[in-house]
């Protein structure tokens, strides 16, 4: 039986900047067999491992339908990103996965999405919303609302600007800077520009705890089902798959059962998972 914690090996084949602290990574396994077998959902997320530092979990920020590679999206903050930002093109780091459940992708056929992404969060919105775009036909009217830090702090530029020919892009800065003419404030500030039908729309989000909050409590308030509202979630890790109970939020591991729950069956540990 294969040692599930042992990684495959994948090679970084493109390095791409986002920000001054987020870099995509665009990587492809060493074994052809491994690259064809690695299929994987919008919302699922690997485990990375840089050799002599550690492993964390990274969502998956590419489309399920780029076949011969897949990208993660990775901000700089502690020891194993720290790694990872020193390693060059050609380089090879560890993979396991895919894990978690993904967006539940058939059961937004025929409504209307809302998507709402904070930060870095819009990682695995970026892999959604591009596989939502290559099925278009199956999915009625498109929105993003999307928060960052600074204008600098913006991911996915411009990939941003390709998606408002099919999305309805709504973009927010905490603050500005002289180069941003747009809306300044926090996420929730957009729910002003947009208007939804919450009778056909599920809204799907992911970003930090405290965004997640009020976004939920902002569409609560307008009506939608807590069943329609789906957040991505957050947790410490360790085994990513379900082993290790490191990530728990009440009676649900984040890895095994998330990281996408919707709001009806988080809302009893609400506080604590967002
Ligand atoms: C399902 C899932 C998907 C994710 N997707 C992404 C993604 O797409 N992109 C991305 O950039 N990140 C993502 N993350 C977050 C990422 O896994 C973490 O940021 C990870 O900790 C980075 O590892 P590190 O070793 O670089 O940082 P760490 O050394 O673990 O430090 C991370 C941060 O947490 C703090 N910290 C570390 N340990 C503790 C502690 N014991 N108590 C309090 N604070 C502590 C550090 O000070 C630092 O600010 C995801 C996490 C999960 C669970
Ligand atoms: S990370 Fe080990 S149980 Fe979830």
Redesign the pocket.
Known sequence: MKNVYIPNIVTISEIREETPD?KTFKLIFKDKEAQRNFNYKPGQ?IELSVFGY?E????I?SSPNQQNFFE???????????ALFKLNEGNAVGVRGPF?NGFPTHKFENKNILFIGGG?GL??LRSLINFILSNREKYSELTLMYGARTPKDIVFKKEIETWKKHVDVHLTVDVGDETWKGTVGVVTVLFREIEVNPKNTVAVMCGPPIMMHFVTKELLKLGFPEDQIFLSL????KCGIGICGH?NIGRKY??KHG?VFTYKETKDFLETAI
Do not use: H, Q, Y
């Open positions: 987020i997320f550690g964390a979990p990274f969502s920020s993660i999206t990775v901000k700089r903050v502690g020891d194993v990103t720290n978690g870095i990682a695995p957050e947790r410490l890790m990530c984040v890895c990281p």
